[in-house]
């Protein structure tokens, strides 16, 4: 019976992260409360708190499980070798199209771009982690790919591998938002492979 009841909790808890996704993806993260996430599933504010202390506790969860799903299939993308800036693009564009076919990674995507307001004092913290979180993975992987090719010689030296990540990561989220929002027109894969071309000619070696 406790195996039984501990799993039904598991599937409670699930549903809950799917209601407040699809609930801080549509209404924003500020504008969502516990009230909103229960009345979704016909379910009292209590038994949410039973599982979340807090909403921001519930958010946090959230990020757990979206990120470590990205983190896999980050992982089955990325190459075993050492990690080279040209390959960490080609995993990224992949990753991407992946991105625009998945409807759950599409909301949690809009989720964090529009819905959450990061310069509020309350998403400091989770802010901070966000950012020197290695789980998450693409930010890493093209600093530690510009690293690599920096001491092989294929980069210049001197080459700010910080620099050339948040370069990067603010190219491919923004194409897939602009994709998302059918602003662009054009072809997202051949748009972003183009773009990772143009900063690797920058960053090169001669």
């Known amino acids: 019976m406790a195996r039984r009841t501990q799993k039904d909790a598991e599937k409670t808890r699930t549903k809950i992260l799917a209601s407040a996704l699809s609930l801080f993806a549509r209404k924003g993260y500020e504008h969502t409360t516990f009230s909103h996430i229960a009345a979704r599933l016909n379910m009292t504010k209590g038994a949410v708190y039973w599982h979340f202390e807090s909403k921001e506790a519930l958010l946090m969860a959230l990020l757990d499980e979206m990120f470590e799903k990205f983190r896999r299939q980050i992982c089955e993308l990325m190459p075993q070798e050492e990690l080279t800036f040209t ?93 998302i929002a059918k602003f662009m027109t054009c072809d997202l894969k051949e748009t972003m492979e183009l773009a990772f071309a143009g900063v690797w000619s920058t960053i090169r070696a001669n």
């Not at 998450?136 to 093209?142: I, N, Q, S, Y």
């Not at 690599?148 to 700010?160: E, I, M, P």
């Open 87 to 179: 390959a960490v693009a080609g995993v990224m564009v992949r990753h991407a199209m992946q991105l625009l076919e998945d409807a759950k990674g599409t909301a949690f995507f809009l989720l964090m771009q529009e819905q959450v307001q990061w310069s509020s004092d309350s998403m400091a913290h989770v802010r901070e982690e966000l950012l020197t979180n290695e789980r998450f993975g693409p930010w890493h992987a093209f600093f530690k790919a510009v690293e690599n090719d920096v001491a092989a010689g294929r980069a210049k030296a001197g080459v700010s591998a910080e620099r050339v990540a948040h370069t990067c990561m603010a190219i491919w989220s923004g194409l897939v938002h602009a994709r």
